[in-house]
């Protein structure tokens, strides 16, 4: 498996628990660390996919291998830094987050297979 299918790979994984979690807490009236967590990675995704919807827009604009090449160096970099972003925050301050961060402590590359 390449680096970038790496890359990919987790980022499908995080983009699959940020939008369930998002879903659940975004906008709730309660300001508990779980909703800021959830606020916290809304923002994060939000920005990668608005990264990603301006390199594809980009791509689009000028489809040569030169732009396309560059395209996926700029998809690998905002999916990179979301990645980052969202094992920044650490778990979330639920029993389910709790699991994950006991799960990551025993096996650290569990962000990777996951």
């Known amino acids: 498996m390449t680096r970038r299918s790496a890359v990919l790979r987790s ?8 939008a369930a979690l998002a879903a659940a807490a975004c906008g709730g009236d309660e300001p508990s ?6 606020g916290d990675l809304c923002t994060a995704v939000s920005t990668w996919r608005s990264e990603i919807a301006d390199t594809a827009e980009s791509l689009t604009a ?13 998809a690998q970099a905002s999916t990179t830094t979301l990645i980052d ?14 699991r994950r961060e006991r799960r990551s402590r025993a096996s650290p590359t569990s962000w990777r297979r996951t």
């Open 11 to 18: 980022a499908g994984a995080a983009l699959a628990v940020a």
């Open 33 to 38: 660390a779980a909703t800021r967590w959830a």
């Open 62 to 74: 000028r489809p040569t291998r030169a732009s396309l090449e560059q395209a996926a160096e700029d």
């Open 85 to 98: 972003t969202v094992r920044g925050l650490g778990a979330p301050d639920t029993e389910a987050g709790a």
